[in-house]
């Protein structure tokens, strides 16, 4: 174990992870980067940091553009046509970088586009900023949003975040948030993008380990990271949902795996088996 890893296992220990992490946090944000100009609302660098880990706006504009194109063209590929009026979730919002390509396209064509997120500033700051309802979420769910209310959820880089149990409870969440028909679209860590970009110690885990946490300590925070075979996500996934597509993460670039769901028809209630009284042969 390098010392570097040694110390971030005693601060968990003693609790003090957190302000260790808000610090470094700080220190990044301080980092000047060249301004960019994309015609949109551009986050503080505070917040560019606690979402991305650098306060750099090239990356935040164009990697938010692409993905934004890629999250619609799949939506597409299962019928979800955001050229028409949808309700779209984006389940961990941060400070908009997808939201930031889609919120205005998607109440323009007449449908309601909501995003949620643990942190309350990155909350406030999509609440000012872009178009569409914004609210914040617990680290478990619920959310408080109606069954069937959705035709689209999607998120990038939540479940990366998350332990195996909470990760479980909210695929649940998302089912019973989707229209029958509707569509998940979710990005993850998986094995691919594990060996080329993880840590060493990630990949050797997953290699006899289903589920991988690392740095166990300030769960939905980039602190925690989480890594999964496909076939164990696929397995994860096909309690709530049919598996669609799984794309696998990239070797030559840094893409986080990606699956996209369509929920399950809800389970019949069960009915109770009653048997009637078999007649006595004694005689009597």
């Not at 586009?113 to 909350?123: A, E, M, Q, S, W």
């Not at 909210?170 to 509707?182: C, D, I, N, V």
């Amino acid at each position: 174990m390098s010392w570097k890893t040694q110390l971030r296992r005693g601060l968990e220990a003693t609790g003090l992870i957190g302000p260790y992490y808000r610090w470094r946090e700080a220190r990044l944000a301080a980092i000047v980067s060249d301004p960019v100009d994309d015609g949109l609302p551009m986050p503080p660098p505070a917040l560019l940091t606690l979402v991305s880990g650098a306060a750099g706006q090239a990356w935040y504009s164009e990697r938010g553009r692409e993905d934004a194109a890629q999250f619609r063209a799949l939506a597409l590929e299962q019928g979800i046509d955001l050229t028409q009026p949808r309700t779209v979730l984006d389940w961990g919002v941060g400070c908009g970088r997808i939201a930031r390509w889609l919120a205005a396209d998607v109440t323009a064509a007449g449908g309601q586009f909501l995003g949620c997120d643990i942190h309350p500033k990155l909350v406030a700051w999509c609440a000012g900023a872009l178009p569409g309802r914004y609210l914040r979420n617990d680290l478990r769910p619920p959310l408080p949003l109606a069954p069937a209310s959705l035709d689209l959820v999607y998120s990038h880089s939540v479940l990366t975040h998350l332990t195996e149990d909470t990760a479980r409870a909210w695929l649940a969440e998302l089912r019973r948030l989707l229209k029958p028909g509707g569509c998940a679209i979710l990005t993850f860590h998986d094995e691919t993008y594990a060996q080329a970009w993880g840590p060493p110690q990630v990949a050797e885990r997953l290699a006899t380990q289903a589920y991988v946490v690392w740095n166990n300590a300030l769960e939905g925070s980039n602190y925690l990271s989480a890594w999964t075979r496909r076939a164990h996500f696929r397995t994860l996934a096909e309690a709530d949902f049919t598996v669609a597509a799984i794309i696998e993460g990239g070797a030559d670039f840094p893409t986080q795996a990606i699956a996209v769901l369509r929920p399950r028809d809800p389970s019949p209630p069960a009915q109770r088996l009653v048997t009637k009284p078999q007649a006595s042969s004694r005689a009597g």
